[in-house]
């Protein structure tokens, strides 16, 4: 697979989170509104039930005061949402770049590996990333320990280009080291 194929299943999982984030946050504003509403109306359900003969201009007063305090707390609730918002897409950002970074390492592997069973005139294994693992551990090119990073690595690719799943930041940056050692260790050995 390609970087431009990497890409494209990358974009696919950014507009699918994406979306339900959308969705995530109308639902959060509505229930934070419909709590506004209720407030408001029990706030007037209480006033109704008190034998208070207010004035027009008390009610009128009353009333702005009411008014007011619903557009400094609609607006708290706006602010807030976008602070979490753009504190989300940061977080989402971060976490896209770690899977890119993890997707070009994994494509420089396929490409490092490929080139030494080409150097070692073995094309036979070419389009089976288990008979490759398979064929430089068997030619001392790997150890058992890179065999295990290897296998987690293809199991975290195959999750994310496959089954759309992201995978936490620290686990893609842990991975992307271990396998950058492996490709240099492929370099060094071929």
Do not use: C
């Not at 006033?47 to 609609?74: C, H, K, N, Y």
């Not at 005139?121 to 693992?133: K, N, P, T």
């Amino acid at each position: 697979m390609d970087r431009q194929d990497y890409s494209d299943t990358l974009e696919e999982l950014v507009e699918r989170r994406r979306s339900r984030r959308r969705f995530d946050l109308i639902l959060r504003i509505y229930s934070w509104f419909g709590l506004l509403l209720s407030s408001v109306a029990g706030g007037y359900f209480l006033l109704t039930l008190l034998p208070i003969d207010l004035s027009e201009e008390q009610l009128w007063a009353l009333m702005t005061a009411g008014v007011g305090v619903l557009l400094a707390l609609m607006s708290r609730i706006v602010v807030t949402f976008y602070r979490e918002r753009e504190v989300e897409h940061l977080a989402r950002l971060t976490e896209y770049e770690k899977l890119n970074e993890f997707l070009a390492a994994w494509s420089k592997f396929e490409r490092v590996s490929r080139e030494v069973l080409a150097e070692q005139g073995d094309d036979r294994a070419i389009h089976s990333l288990r008979s490759v693992i398979s064929f430089l551990y068997h030619n001392g090119k790997i150890d058992g320990e890179d065999v295990l990073v290897l296998e987690e690595g293809l199991k975290a690719r195959n999750s994310i280009v496959h089954g759309g799943r992201l995978m936490p930041t620290r686990s893609t940056d842990r991975l992307t080291t271990s396998l950058d050692e492996v490709i240099r260790k492929l370099a060094v050995t071929s």
